[in-house]
């Protein structure tokens, strides 16, 4: 770890961290976008695009996503009413030698959308949430297990609040309600849990990403036949279906039918009281306090361990039919509000280090988690019973921004306590070492969750063939791999030295775990960091990543046959970027 000098990055970065102070200082608003210019107004900047298609809306707009470190600034957004309109922009984006991004909520962190790169001249977003929304559920009838078919611009709020009304539910899903299911899906989103000690997997229900639940899909392709691009359903046992699942925003799906199950009655209890020592001891001296001990008592756990503080926010979440007596009952979700409010006496740390005192580090994550066990308390939120999507939905576009950068290790259950021990040991050294030197690049919390592997059976679907691309894909040559463990490390954007840090436990993840597990980056987070930046090791791109999707897989059903069907459903890149054509080569 080479500290001798000062980030060359450090005075620009203070400089938009001092931007933003103010922003990040008060109490946080909704997120919006950026705002829009009509393309027949004089206030564009823009050359129109050629020979647009008649009768789809078409606007100037900035995008920028969640953690606003991605702003690409006036780019051509246009909102198709129906797939039909989108199978006309392909063909046009074709003919004129542009490219579309599959817009929805831009709730990511990576540029799986757009990078800064990216050339204003020739790249149409494709807005999905102003009318690709539509929900459809199909109740169970005789033999027919009940699905799903939505469209990928609806918010997973209004999809999971859509199959709770009908009596359904998913057993994991991402936190952030605003996210849209296409965005979900693209990037293999995923939740918390696993079977707890002696639980059996409900019916239509996985422990695996949300993709796994797919049956089919509708996506806009080229049809060799007719040389154009059309609209065509896959189907699970299709093989292409395998690269579309999970598509890193590589295609454009247009409508998806995912199996669901029964909706579940879950009980959330936080702790604030059990100490990291204990949760992430090494498995020789692990006890009733261990994370493994939560997982399998529970099966599904959430941590979150602020650094320099000594007891994690832990959430144990357990399937419940009955309301426990000390519960309390929600009937809808966000039911830990404080943290959507930056308090003054944390808002005021955080300016202290956004003003360059990185001394103010430790106090400002005390102070947060302070502010999570007051919170727990003055909200009566400490033990609450409701629905799936009521107790795990939790965050809220107006919670304070932080940037990520996760990878998983695919290991077995019972190398759970093991890889968490080790990661804490070596997370913390890393800390200490920086802190000697005067430098706090984390300062928001490490949040460690554990999942199922992705199984093509649980769609319920003869024959389903898995995601080639899914961070949750297991690996056939070691079926005992049925586990996931993610490590989410997060801090303020742009904190200086945050990527050198996280990109120095990167490769701890992957030298240290890969000796028993298979290890994989998070589409939608930061990954690949130097210190640079994100997504800027190169080596890392090309060799580890691919890597990690080929290993242990049958010949031919790896990343390269992934890329290779991206490419043939879209030879011309219509669907791809300056960013995926590196990444996806």
Request: hydrophobic share 40%.
């Amino acid at each position: 770890m080479d500290l001798s000098s000062r980030d060359a990055t450090g005075p620009s970065r203070r400089a938009l961290l001092g931007g933003a102070a103010a922003a990040l200082a008060a109490t946080a608003v909704q997120w919006t976008p950026l705002g829009r210019i009509p393309a027949a107004s004089a206030a564009s900047t823009l050359a129109t695009p050629p020979s647009f298609p008649a009768g789809i809306s078409l606007y100037q707009q900035t995008f920028q996503n969640w953690s606003e470190e991605v702003t690409v600034d006036g780019l051509w957004t246009c909102a198709p009413a129906t797939p039909a309109d989108v199978v006309t922009l392909a063909n046009w984006a074709h003919a004129q030698g542009w490219r579309l991004r599959p817009l929805g909520a831009a709730y990511s962190w990576s540029p799986v959308v757009v990078d800064p790169a990216t050339p204003a001249a020739n790249t149409l977003l494709v807005d999905c949430t102003q009318h690709l929304t539509a929900v459809t559920v199909h109740p169970a009838s005789g033999s027919t297990p009940a699905s799903v078919t939505a469209q990928p611009g609806v918010t997973m709020d209004t999809f999971l609040g859509t199959l709770k009304t009908a009596g359904y539910g998913l057993t994991g899903f991402p936190v952030l309600g605003a996210a849209t299911l296409g965005g979900v899906l693209a990037t293999g989103g995923r939740g918390t849990g696993v079977p707890a000690t002696g639980e059996t997997k409900l019916a239509g229900h996985t422990y695996g990403s949300v993709g796994n639940l797919v049956v089919s899909l509708t996506a806009v392709v080229w049809d060799a036949g007719s040389s154009a691009y059309v609209l065509r359903t896959f189907q699970r046992t299709d093989p292409q279906i395998q690269a579309l699942i999970t598509h890193v925003g590589r295609a454009f799906v247009t409508e998806v039918t995912l199996r669901v199950g029964a909706d579940q009655r879950l009980r959330c209890q936080s702790w604030f009281n059990v100490t990291a020592a204990n949760l992430f001891a090494p498995p020789a001296s692990a006890g009733s306090q261990s994370l493994a001990s939560y997982v399998n008592g529970s099966g599904r756990v959430v941590c979150i361990w602020f650094p320099n503080t000594t007891s994690p926010w832990l959430r144990v979440i357990t399937p419940t039919p009955s309301q426990p007596w000390t519960s309390r009952a929600v009937s809808s979700p966000y039911n830990f509000p404080f943290n959507d409010i930056v308090p003054k006496s944390i808002s005021d740390l955080l300016a202290e280090i956004i003003g360059g005192d990185a001394a103010a580090t430790p106090s400002f994550t005390a102070a947060q988690m302070a502010g999570v066990s007051a919170g727990l308390i003055s909200t009566a939120s400490w033990d609450i019973w409701g629905w799936s999507s009521d107790v795990l939905l939790y965050v809220r576009p107006t919670t304070l921004r932080i940037t990520s950068t996760c990878w998983n290790v695919v290991t077995s259950r019972a190398n759970v306590q093991r890889a968490v021990s080790e990661f804490y040991a070596a997370y913390s050294a890393k800390l200490a070492a920086y802190a000697a030197q005067g430098l706090y690049p984390m300062n928001g919390p490490l949040e460690i969750r554990v999942t199922g592997v992705d199984d093509p059976a649980d769609c319920q679907v003869t024959g389903a063939l898995g995601a080639q691309l899914s961070t949750l894909r297991p690996r056939p040559d070691h079926p005992e791999w049925d586990t996931a463990v993610w490590f989410d490390m997060t801090t303020i954007p742009v904190t200086p030295y945050d990527h050198q840090f996280t990109g120095e436990m990167e490769a701890f993840v992957r030298s240290n775990m890969g000796a028993y597990g298979q290890v994989h980056a998070e589409w939608s987070k930061e990954w690949a960091n130097t210190p640079s930046g994100a997504w800027t090791d190169a080596a890392v791109i090309s060799g580890p990543i691919p890597d990690s999707y080929t290993a242990g897989q049958a010949a031919g059903d790896g990343w390269a046959a992934a890329v290779a069907t991206l490419k043939t459903l879209d030879p011309s890149g219509v669907f791809s970027s300056a960013f995926l054509d590196r990444v996806l080569q």
